[in-house]
Nanobody, 123 residues
Framework: VQLQASGGGLVQPGGSLRLSCVVS????????MAWFRQAPGTQREFVAAISAGRAGRYGNSVKGRFTISKDTAKNTVYLQMNSLKPEDTAVYYCAGRHGWSIRFGAEDEYTYWGQGTQVTVSS
């Protein structure tokens, strides 16, 4: 199983970005997916999670601004990030696991990880 994240970049405060994560090597329809982020000097933080038939779940710091979605036909999960703030600056990682876990916000619940994509929010 491989996860390939993309879509990061430099954006001004208040702007938007959409991250993508393409999954290969597994049946995607029942694959639990999540986004985490890590800023320099901090622990990795849960951002959002989704699985088949379930609504997205979000970390408190991004609720109302970020939206996670899946396109099963494209084996891709997206993270739409709106109203970006400087404190959203981090390396964003996509993560995956077979099935859904009630501990969807815990990074040790995920077996597969993408390589990370840098998001910088700055004027």
């Amino acid at each position: 199983v491989q996860l390939q994240a993309s879509g990061g970049g430099l954006v001004q405060p208040g702007g938007s970005l959409r991250l993508s994560c393409v999954v290969s090597g597994t049946t995607f329809s029942n694959f639990g997916m999540a986004w985490f982020r890590q800023a320099p000097g901090t622990q990795r933080e849960f951002v959002a999670a989704i699985s088949a038939g379930r609504a997205g779940r979000y970390g408190n710091s991004v609720k109302g601004r970020f939206t996670i979605s899946k396109d099963t036909a494209k084996n891709t999960v997206y993270l739409q990030m709106n109203s970006l703030k400087p404190e959203d600056t981090a390396v964003y990682y996509c993560a995956g696991r077979h099935g859904w876990s009630i501990r969807f916000g815990a990074e040790d619940e995920y077996t597969y990880w993408g390589q990370g994509t840098q998001v910088t929010v700055s004027s």
